[in-house]
């Protein structure tokens, strides 16, 4: 597998090492943004509870240490979210390099 990323935020279109394309279509995405937002939606709940039960932390601390969190945390997650995406697609919805779907069932 080629690198995925040709800065923080583009990727490259295609892998340079089998050709799998990156962006199968318009909003292929998407998927990626529903990761991301829940894995930062679970680790601010579940945070928010951890830290309320083991550390004595203000509801205005809590609240300002969670915002700087539900910004910082998907730009970070970013990346992580989009491959997390290609292999889950990768894994279930296989495609060959013509960009035609592999018949299913039939190797
Ligand atoms: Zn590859």
Excluded at 18 to 36: D, M, P, S, T
Excluded at 74 to 101: A, H, M, V
Aim: proline share 5%; aromatic share 22%.
């Amino acid at each position: 597998m080629g690198p995925l990323f040709r800065g923080f935020f583009s990727m490259y279109p295609d892998c340079h090492s089998c050709n799998l394309k990156f962006e199968r279509e318009q909003g292929y995405f998407v998927g990626a943004i529903y990761i991301n937002y829940g894995a930062t939606a679970i680790i601010m709940i579940a945070g928010f509870f951890w830290l309320d039960r083991f550390i004595n932390l203000s509801l205005a601390q809590q609240l300002t240490f969670w915002s700087i969190f539900g910004v910082g945390f998907p730009l970070f997650f970013f990346r992580y979210s989009r491959s997390l995406w290609l292999s889950l697609d990768y894994i279930f919805n296989p495609e060959d390099t013509s960009g035609r779907p592999r018949e299913s069932g039939v190797s």
